[in-house]
């Protein structure tokens, strides 16, 4: 019987669902940590909180009408019949357990940060995935502008230290519970007069969030001329809209307004903001995005408090580097050790073993294959350099230093080799 035909068919990851594997793991770590550093320098402290929550707590903080309440969440029923969410964002879940226990009483202002996996049951394509990774912030216990400024400097700042500069910063502000009521009720005379052209959401939703219509991609062509939000600001609204943009216009963060920015989700209160890469190369979707949301706190139970946040979408920026090419990761600094015959192993372990003490990423099979299988090896895993040591080297007490990248070549003496690779990878 044919062995082959008696395995079992493999399990696969569930649709949109991806795997991290070992190339692309390092790069994650590498995301998280600098966005750790980032968000020790501006005080933030991190908050971990459970990816299993009541679907109540989202129905309340996104939104019914919203499409990840309405269509993208995963949920399920507990032995008790409950229901329960994977979590579809961070910020929900960091604000019960703020009022759970009782964290917001404890001092004026509140600085928290998270990173974790987050699920949507969005229709899976490039950037969009139904389990991704956010990394975010939520500031409390601040009402000034000066908190907007902060947390848009902070998102700006993590996508530098991960190697992406070129953005767009897009920001609007969509009132408050005093001016938006006012401004809904012309939005909705106006989207009632445009309603038999409209997509199937925006008419079914158009009476409970007239909003969310400026969001749709389907109808945003047909609305171009529908009144915005932010020439109906209250006196209140519109001042901390304007000190805003001169804190950041004075912190030399440029921006766009883009009057139809709404987001997708329901609890955000004058200032929203969202972050494209500038580049249009690849797709269209946001890299990170947040805003102001006063009223959230009250809403889920706890004492009026002010806040503002944001979340990046890990994959996203990493999608992003590998769009620029600016591909920072450790590997590409890597040295393999090619050794040549049985006389160079010893030579070659011990330069390995040293540089990988002295926190060089070194590699090499040292297993007696051919110079161009060793070569192919090193090509494959995306190395820098690559030191050779035959004979001739052994002898000569030097090691053959081969520039993977322009293909050249150069003799370094054995006591030289650190030195000479720290220059040629400027650490
Ligand atoms: P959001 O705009 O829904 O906001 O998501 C923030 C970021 O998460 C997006 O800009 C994107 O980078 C990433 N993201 C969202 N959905 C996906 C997906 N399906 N696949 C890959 N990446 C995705 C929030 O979640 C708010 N909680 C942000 C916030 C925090 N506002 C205030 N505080």
Redesign the pocket.
Known sequence: MNPVSQRETPIQTVRGMHDILPGKSADVIRIETKAREVFSRFGYQEIRTPVLESTDLFERAIGQTTD?VEKEMFTLKDRGERSLCLRP???AGVVRSLIENGLLNQSAAVKLFYVGP?F?A?RPQK????E?I?I?S?YFGNASPAADAETIHLVLEILRSAGIESVETRLNSIGCGECRPKYLEQLLQFLKGKSPELCRDCQNRMERNPLRALDCKEDSAKLSDAPKPQDHLCENCRSHFETLKKLLRAAGIQFEIVSNLV???DYYTRTVF?IYPLEKTGSQ???????R?DKLVEELGGEPTPA??????V??VLNQIAEEKEEASAVSKGIFVAAMGEPAMEKSFQLMSQLRSRGFTAEGTLNQQSLKSQMRLADKLAMRFCLIIGENELKENFATLRDLKNQSQEKVPFDQIETALKQRLEI
Do not use: P, S
């Not at 979707?285 to 805003?291: E, K, Q, R, S």
């Open positions: 990840i964002e961070g910020t987050m949507r969005e950037g969009r995935y139904r991704f956010q975010g939520e987001r997708g989700l969202e979707d946001a890299l990170a995005a947040g805003g949301y503002v946040g944001f979340a990046l979408g994959e996203r």
